[in-house]
């Protein structure tokens, strides 16, 4: 071919390549049919102003709604720890000429947010209309500012604010302070949270088969507390003759209370068989009244055996239908006797008289599914033997579901389909991962939450429904935040206490119920120093662990059981007050250098917590340990598997997921890469012309 024509296709090839690839990448483009987009989800924030709606349907932007019963401005923002300081916020309102004005800001402090010098949020339509400020706008999940916040499968922290006032744009926009109260407020938000397989029953009232049973407070007076207040009441569901199966449930909060409630939490209540007791001795707390689940007049059993969370809602939440195949068991021929722990978290700062009766509205049927459902306790066990030192901004407690368990317990050819999963931990807690490991290789994660919030406990809907096989390993990894504690945090029940843990749904129905460890006795003290420690305590707790040995203390019976967590043992030994210094009725007995007879507690806690070097070598020795595995069966019957002391597989970690940013970021390259090859083809083509 001419050298001529060559380099003529050549030069044509690279702009034809390079226009096309820009021309189909333009982000201005908006082409939306405001009345007709189909919101997959929509709440009401607290104070009852505000209303969120949004789309998430498409992988690029997120499409959203505000309206607020205000004529001034609102202002959301995404933010890591629920304050300006460092959130991504946009501000938004209608003028005085009608004309729709939306914003891009940044919060540096907790004064007024700085405009950004890219504006990523793009105003699709705005009116104001009989005192009410509608906006729709789009954003992407991702928009590569590094003054905006990424938006991702976990659950995010939305502030809010309004005010009654547009800001003054005569030179420079001025914004009048939103004011104190109810006109701001921070509330968890789950955006990637995906839409539910059907409506809410009593939308779609032509399955007459479907029931429902409202579970609620009933008129509780609920008093001036800026602290939260945790209320508690024992409900037995209706008895069945034959065999239901849940589909879903949703809230039941008023307009007026929902500024002033956190949470609702709905707990089964369980009496592990090695404690001599059988369920239905819980019918003897129908009829107490609502109490305070942290006072002395809350009977220490609700605590310790209600403590399996059936249904999670936060604040402004929707609820959750189940996938349309699959149903939780419920009743059989004979009727299962069914106690269930409500619990409302409340808070009411400004003693505003307020009588609730707030709770949660279960849907049931008796045409049964395909698919039965069971629920996996995973993580580490309530014990004092879960230590966060103090002064740490980021330690990190392992909890461990052995591959031994799993092999032992799920169905050999087909393992199990987990599709919802709830992460637990409480006021230190900052980030949650659930890792799954396969052949000593790390999958993607479960569930995973970097911006974990206490307040806000619920469940999330996998993207797609993931394969759990016998023999995986599941690691629940939780970070802790206690740089203002000057003392230990330990496992317990309370939230002052700690938990790591998670809640896996999962299907087809299964023997495995809890699948739980513990850091080695022996292991745990090595970390700081200790070799051995002894105290009568101990033989409550059947520690050191071994339920097979010869000189074990276990009855034949027991050896059958897993046993009870460390905190119900102590707290039903009328110790639950000591759980948090367990360890100062312990004392040192090695090495002899370290003045044998010395309290535990005091020795650990007169460590230097402060020295990075030292804390880091105690949480990669207690990461690294053996541990105690229980595997738990239906009843808190022990699933037997080779090894009761395990360590957590060696793995290769997967590497961290290409994002959106970093895609474009590579494209940028090539960008230059086209460039060049334009410039070197025109200069070929110039040289074989004047050939």
């Known amino acids: 071919m001419d050298l001529k024509i060559f380099g003529f296709f050549q030069l044509l090839f690279y702009i034809f390549y390079l226009d096309f690839g820009m021309s189909s990448r333009n982000d201005s483009d908006i082409d939306i049919d405001i009345i007709n987009i189909d919101w997959t989800h929509q709440m009401t ?46 501000l938004g309102w209608v003028n005085t000429s009608g004309v729709p004005n939306l914003k891009d800001y940044h919060g540096v402090t907790n004064g007024v947010p700085i405009e950004d010098d890219e504006q990523d949020y793009q105003l699709i339509y705005g009116t104001e209309e009989n005192g009410e400020t509608r906006l729709v706008f789009r954003r992407k999940w991702d928009t590569c500012d590094k003054n905006d916040k990424v938006i991702e499968d976990e659950g995010i922290r939305v502030i809010w604010a309004w005010s009654p006032n547009d800001p003054e744009e005569e030179k420079s926009l001025h914004l009048h ?16 949270r995906f839409q539910e397989p059907m409506k809410f029953p009593e939308k779609n009232t032509s399955d007459t088969r479907i029931k429902y049973w409202d579970i609620a407070m009933y008129n509780v007076d609920i008093p001036q507390t800026v602290d939260p207040l945790f209320l508690c009441k024992i409900y037995q569901f209706p008895k069945l003759n034959n065999k239901h199966h849940i589909i ?82 419920i009743g059989n021929e004979e ?84 599709f919802s999963i709830l992460l637990r931990a409480h006021e230190t807690g900052r980030k949650l991962t659930l890792r799954h490991i396969r052949n000593e290789i790390e999958l993607e994660p479960l569930a995973y939450d970097n911006n974990y919030d ?3 406990q619920g469940y999330r809907k996998l993207s797609k429904d993931v394969t759990i096989l016998p023999g995986d390993e599941l690691l629940m990894e939780c970070e802790y935040d206690t740089e203002r504690n000057e003392t230990f945090i330990f496992g317990g029940l309370s939230t002052t206490d700690e938990i790591c843990e998670a809640l896996i749904l999962y299907y087809p129905r299964s ?137 957590i597989m060696k793995y290769i970690v997967r590497p961290e997921k290409e994002t959106q940013c970093d895609r474009q970021g590579s494209n940028s390259g090539n960008l230059a890469t086209f460039c060049f090859l334009i410039i070197t083809s025109m200069v070929t083509l110039l040289l074989t012309f004047c050939i």
């Open 45 to 90: 924030l607290p104070g009852g102003v505000i209303q969120l709606k949004w789309t998430n349907e498409d992988s690029i932007w997120i499409t959203m709604e505000v309206r607020g019963r205000t004529q001034g401005y609102i202002g959301i923002g995404f933010s890591p720890s629920g304050t300006m300081s460092g959130s991504d916020i946009l």
């Open 177 to 192: 302070y939103h004011g104190l109260g109810q006109r701001r407020g921070v509330q968890t938000i789950f955006f990637r």
């Open 248 to 329: 879903g449930y949703r809230p039941l909060i008023s307009a007026e209370s929902l500024p002033y409630i956190h949470d609702i939490i709905l707990y089964k209540c369980h009496v592990h068989e090695g404690l001599g007791k059988t369920i239905d001795f819980f019918a003897k707390y129908i009829d107490y009244p609502v109490t305070n689940c942290f006072s002395q007049k809350c009977p220490y059993d609700w605590r310790a055996y209600c403590w399996t969370t059936k249904f999670s809602i936060g604040a402004g939440t929707e609820g959750e239908m189940y996938p349309l195949d699959i149903g939780d068991p």
């Open 335 to 418: 009727g299962d006797l069914i106690y269930l722990k409500l619990e409302i978290r409340y808070q009411n700062p400004f003693g505003y008289n307020l009588m609730d009766s707030s709770g949660i509205r279960i849907y049931y049927t008796d045409q049964l599914r395909r698919y039965e459902i069971s629920t996996l306790f995973t993580g580490y066990r309530r014990t004092p033997f879960l230590s966060v030192p103090p002064f740490q901004s980021n330690f990190k407690i392992f909890g461990q579901c052995s591959t031994e368990c799993t092999k032992a317990a799920f169905p050999i050819t087909t393992g199990v389909k987990a």
């Open 454 to 456: 206490n307040n806000y």
């Open 511 to 647: 023997n495995l119920e809890d699948c739980r460890s513990q850091i080695e006795f022996y292991s745990y003290l090595d970390a700081f120093g200790v070799q051995n420690a002894t105290g009568t305590i101990l033989r409550k707790l059947n520690l050191p662990f071994d339920p097979l040995s010869s000189s074990t203390s276990l009855s034949k019976n027991q050896q059958n059981l897993t046993l009870p967590d460390d905190v119900l043992v102590l707290g039903l030994s009328g110790l639950t007050e000591e759980v948090p210094n367990f360890f100062s009725r312990l004392i040192i007995r090695n090495p002899i250098n370290m003045n044998i007879g010395k309290n535990l507690f005091n020795y650990m806690q007169n460590l230097d917590w402060r020295n990075k070097t030292f804390v880091k070598s105690v949480e990669t020795k207690w990461r690294n340990a053996p541990r105690y595995t229980y595997c738990t069966g239906v009843g808190g019957k022990r699933v037997n598997h080779p090894n009761h002391i395990v360590k």
